[in-house]
């Protein structure tokens, strides 16, 4: 997407964002290594990838939850890469929000439902009355699925789903422009992923909200997102339009993924075999490649060589 | 194949269960399960895991499971059976909030501060149930043979059938600290859903490994050298790249599938008997789960380990599972072997669970969600859970909780669509073309 009138329309811009820990020892962690796309109003952006390839780290660090090593981060127009200063932080906590992977982590355990979820307006002060709190709060609940009864219970109480139900409620209902869902569904049941994932969806609809949604489910992936960006050890390795990436998969580390995708099918299942892959094995440096385009939007990264060397292999 | 010597010894004892069964007396005495409404009907029949349970190393009979809360009785686990045998891999799929870890917690012996009640029998019968058995009676004769029932081999209560067969003992009887000492994490290990729950974020991972085969030392003989080599390589076999970094590392220091895979090797430490995993892989990407779910299986085929696995991924189940458990509502909807779930389910809920997977060849549509929520457990149910939910429900679902049916040898179901004078209920048509289409597709990947 290097178009610049399309770049003008997005809604987050992410320019060689680098995340680097110290791990003790002097040793460097390089979680996320000069990663860049964009998320448009109203679109579903998927990422994907192994565990450790630095999802997590890029959604942390695009809600400002970490100081990026480099890179630059810009979010409705605004630069956000640098220190914040107290509007745009305030624009950020309005604007953004986030539903974490682990749901009893990002739920304060000494807090009621209701106030769990009504925090956010709270702290920003965004309800006139409590009256309209309440009504806002009982609305969310109602819409993800919670009974109302619920509201006075603490978060060690529920499952794992009806939790991971409540962090999403707390993000909705500050009627976010961008919402970052880190593995905010994989904890449920496929009926309420399906019943979150339509909501989800109706949602956009209705106020033209953006996703950034992580997610290891890539039939789900397949089924939610508009484009989507393929992540492995801290490099973006291939990216592109849902059909781009499912229907004509280039980068080996893409096709791997695809081929181990489970169905609920037992005897196709037992017999499956997964294409294996791992940089080591095939001499593939990250580090030496360039995003190339193969057209339309899709781009893999790759040198030269690998570029011939994987169009020309027979697709899946 | 351990699988496949499970699923043959399934198929044969299975029908002699069938009418075997009705001699061992299961635990449908407990009301609330199918026995006591279905005299009379051709349904309650016995839930006998596909087997007379003659060599389940785990036999789950009415267990219940109840909380308090400040707005009253939640009732998690409301009755459910449930076989695990040697080298058999189990699934229990279902609805969030239905009872699925709690029940799991109840067999490891996990009670929660405020849980009420806890009904049912666990009876263990694997290799450690000797020395438990004879320690219990040991303490029973001491405290003037009181609590006798606390331990009894099979020779007092199978009617003198099998003389020679191992003792069992009924974990739930059995006191917080003898479960933590001598099953949790030793016999029967768990992993839970959510890894930073079963790591301590304060002790690097290699002690944590280490820790439960030094607890267990005295048994094990096993020195801290030994404990480290076995952790390196617990590590290594989970497919940690730096199993020497990771042993040094703290939790939140690594990714969650890292963190994940740190527990599984913690779990597999003492090389239990059963292993059970709720929800091991959801944090991983399918590639590592594809990796984690080999490794387990290849542990079970050397070891003979019966693996549980509780999770929402019905594509992992059917890699993984030779038995699967659908609940809904604290109850065991439908039981049955895999091909039965996966091809012929009868259950309405299992319908909705299985037409709400995305579908691979179909992309961008809405998703099938099962209308409705699931019932509040705080308020007694009446009937079938499922039935205010299901377009399929009849009139009889709103008054009685309905019996077990017996569809095949390995095939169970609670719902009334089942009973002989009910109409023969139908699928949903657009299921029905999936799984048309799946099994079409399996029989020419068969012919390659
Ligand atoms: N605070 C930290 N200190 C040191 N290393 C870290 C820290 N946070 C993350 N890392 C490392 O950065 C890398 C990327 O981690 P991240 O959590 O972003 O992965 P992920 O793609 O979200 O993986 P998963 O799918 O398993 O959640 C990992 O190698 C991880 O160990
Ligand atoms: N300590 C507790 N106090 C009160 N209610 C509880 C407690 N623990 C669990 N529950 C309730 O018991 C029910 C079953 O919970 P459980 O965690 O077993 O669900 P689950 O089937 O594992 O769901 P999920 O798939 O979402 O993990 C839920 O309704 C939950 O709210
Ligand atoms: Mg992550
Ligand atoms: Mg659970």
Redesign the pocket.
Known sequence: MADEALNDRALLRVEGLKQF?R?GRGRT?K?VNGVSFSIFPGETFCLV??????????ARSVARLFEPSAGKIEFGGMDISGRLSAASRRALRAGMQMIF?DPLASLNPRKKVFDAIAYGLVELGLCASRAELSRRVFGIMEKVGLPPDFAGRYPHQFSGGQRQRIGIARALVMNPSLVIAD?AISALDVSIQAQIVNLMKDLQRETGVAYLFIA?DLAMVKCISDRVGV?HNGYMVEIGFRDEIFGDPVHPYTRSLLSAIPVPNPIAERRRIVFSYSCAESGVDYGRGALRRLGGTHCVLAEDAELERWTQEPGL | MAADDAGGANGMAGAGGANGAGGAGGGNGIAGTGGADAAGNAGGAEYAGGADGADAILKIRGLEVAFKTTAGTVRAVRGIDLDLRRGQTFAIVGESGSGKSVAAKAIVGIRARNQSVTAGTVEYAGAGAGALAASAARKAGRAGGGAGQNACSDTSQGAGQNAGRAASIDLLRLSERDMRRNINGRRISMIFQDPMTSLNPTMPIGRQIMEPMLLHSRASGISRGEARAKALRLLELAGIPDPAGCLRAYP???????RQRAVISVALACDPEILICDEPTT???VTIQEKILRLIKDIQRRTGICVVYITHDLGVVAKVADMVAVMYAGRIVESGTAEEIFYDPRHPYTWGLLLAVPDMNASGERLHAIRGNPPNLLHGIEGDAFAPRSPHALKIDARRAPPLYQISPTHFARSWLLHENARPPEMPGELRARIDGMIAQALADARH
């Open positions: 820990f791990a962690v979680a990838g192994e565990s450790g390839s630095g999802k997590s780290t890029i992977q593995e290891h992540l | 939140h220091q690594l990714s969650g599938g890292m944090a991983l990407d």
